[in-house]
């Protein structure tokens, strides 16, 4: 039997490529910009950080916005000491308010707003439908969906013409996985809700698109291990879990000027698990 191939990581895998200047200039606020802990000593870095990251070492000025504003801080604080610009904003999108208020200050920071990431999504309770409880799922869809839905609404006006707006989502939203209902069915939803926001600002030249990781091995991943051990076997066939770059960097090709023809469209970061 020949030996299982693994998919050797790129310097980009590892976020050790150099800016390319792919985003020069732009003005973006990424929503979920800072990262949860797992284990300090050796967590990797997260989806949200790295994207925040790669667009400020690509040339973007970034607003960081997080419910953890310690952690959006040093996110901020890492692009500064890269050389790039950066700064924090606390914001929790279940609040309506809160919403306004981050896109009121980072448009006034940014000194305009030509670029919405939105990287939040939880996914809480007990496995299996039996034993998931309303307030479980209440809360899920309160951050993945309602969080999501008020963040465009609020960013749609402040945005520049032909904007892009990058969600992040599962491929839990394409095949059923993660033993979450709520979870899955939220981020079904999140892909009906990118195309009405699509549609709507079609007229605008904004477009909205969904990148849709697989298996990651983020603080976030390791959390969802623990809780879940069956996802450490799952097979995947590149033979390893993406790193939070490799998704990072399918957010930048969506929000860079490269796919200025792309919109309402799912990219799956995942190896190809949904397509095989």
Sequence with gaps: MSERFVRAPSAESLGEAPGRGRLAGRKILVVGGGQRVFDAATDPVGNGRAMCLLFGREGAHVAVADKNRASAEETAAQIARAGGRAF???ADITSENDVGRMLEQ??????????LVLNVGIGVG?????NTKTEAWDQTFAVNVRGAMLCCKAALPALANGSPI??????AGLTSGSQLPAYDASKAALEGLMRHVAREGAARGIRANIVAPGLVDTP?????TAGRP???????PFGRQATGWEIAYAALFLTSDES???TAQVLAVDAGITGM
């Design 88 to 90: 924090a904003i606390e």
């Design 106 to 115: 980072a448009t006034r920071g940014l000194g305009g707003l030509d670029g």
């Design 126 to 130: 007990a496995l299996g439908l039996a």
């Design 166 to 171: 990058v969600m992040t989502s599962s491929i």
């Design 220 to 224: 976030l991943g390791r959390v969802a």
């Design 230 to 236: 069956s996802r450490a076997r799952s097979a995947i």
């Design 260 to 262: 200025v023809y792309i």
